[in-house]
């Protein structure tokens, strides 16, 4: 009699079903991480609109105090103090307002340490510095601490104006009173966000990337003053440097808005320039035609 062969199936786990199963661990790793990290992208989103939300309640309670907005620059004896200074005080900050000189340049003596101090309302979580700041390495000229935001101060170059924004420069006249926006404070950008993103603003004479020079102590163009002027939300310097004091973040969606009315909203990179420039001014009377 025959002995019959018994054929036994192996227990083991073969290449293919070993491949299957990585590949499946993959995939659910990689929409496990895009989830992980889109919800710390809206946690970061969400603090800074509240930054934004904090300075637009600072410059109401300065309107209400004084009487109007601070200027988007203060010249007195060539200082450029920023409206970001002015609001110190209703940041929680009144000390070290109260330690500036504001008879004296920002650029000098105490003015310089005091400008170089970091506070976190003005910091965006998202944004990236892809240097050190203050540095003074490369021979720039003054930096301060870093920022992430600028008062609004129209939609037409801030060289050449009109400066028709929310904000105004001292050498411009009067400053300007919440009570008197026209096109209404719902519909005109207060402040917004202004990043280091700009891949190919270099230092002088170097290809190490500089970004930006946002600082919330100087009030200049490009440092704490910006426009809805030039390409609005770009990583890149074009051949007017308009970007340069256009807003723009590190959002991957569009740029983080605070309103006269204190409202924040996000506006998305592809929002329309006409609807742009329009909530850029306070008094242009154009019409909007969209929700921003």
Not at 97 to 125: H, I, M, R, W, Y
Request: aromatic share 10%.
């Amino acid at each position: 009699m025959l002995a019959r062969k018994v054929f036994c199936r192996p227990t083991g786990v073969t290449l293919v079903e070993l491949l299957v199963v990585i590949a499946i661990v993959g995939t659910l790793m990689g929409l496990l991480l895009a989830g992980v990290q889109a919800a710390r992208e809206a946690a970061r989103r969400t603090q800074c609109q509240n930054n934004l939300r904090q300075i637009a309640l600072a410059a109401h309670m300065h309107n209400d105090a004084q009487g109007h907005l601070p200027y988007a620059s203060f010249r007195w004896r060539e200082s450029f103090h920023s409206a970001f200074t002015f609001l110190l005080p209703y940041l929680e900050h009144k000390n070290l307002f109260a330690q500036f000189d504001l008879q004296q340049s920002v650029l000098v003596g105490t003015n310089n340490q005091l400008a170089k101090t970091p506070l976190e309302v003005f910091l965006c979580p998202t944004m990236d510095l892809p240097r050190v700041v203050p540095d003074r390495t490369h021979g720039a000229s003054f930096e301060g601490a870093p920022s992430s935001y600028a008062v609004c101060v129209g939609n037409a170059n801030p060289w050449r104006g009109p400066r028709n924004g929310a904000f105004i420069f001292s050498t411009d006249g009067m400053p300007t009173t919440l009570g008197r926006f026209p096109d209404g404070t719902s519909q005109t950008i207060l402040a917004g966000e202004l990043d280091y993103g700009l891949r190919n603003y270099y230092f002088r004479g170097t290809q190490d990337i500089r970004g930006g020079v946002t600082q919330w102590a100087i009030g200049y163009p490009g440092f704490s003053v910006a426009t809805t002027y030039g390409p609005f939300n770009r990583d890149r310097l074009g051949g007017t440097f308009a970007e340069f004091y256009t807003f723009r973040s590190d959002h991957p969606t569009g740029v983080n808005i605070a309103f006269a009315d204190a409202s924040v909203r996000m506006l998305a990179t592809a929002t329309d320039r006409a609807v742009l420039l329009a909530l850029g001014s306070r008094n242009g009377g154009e019409p909007v035609g969209q929700e921003p």
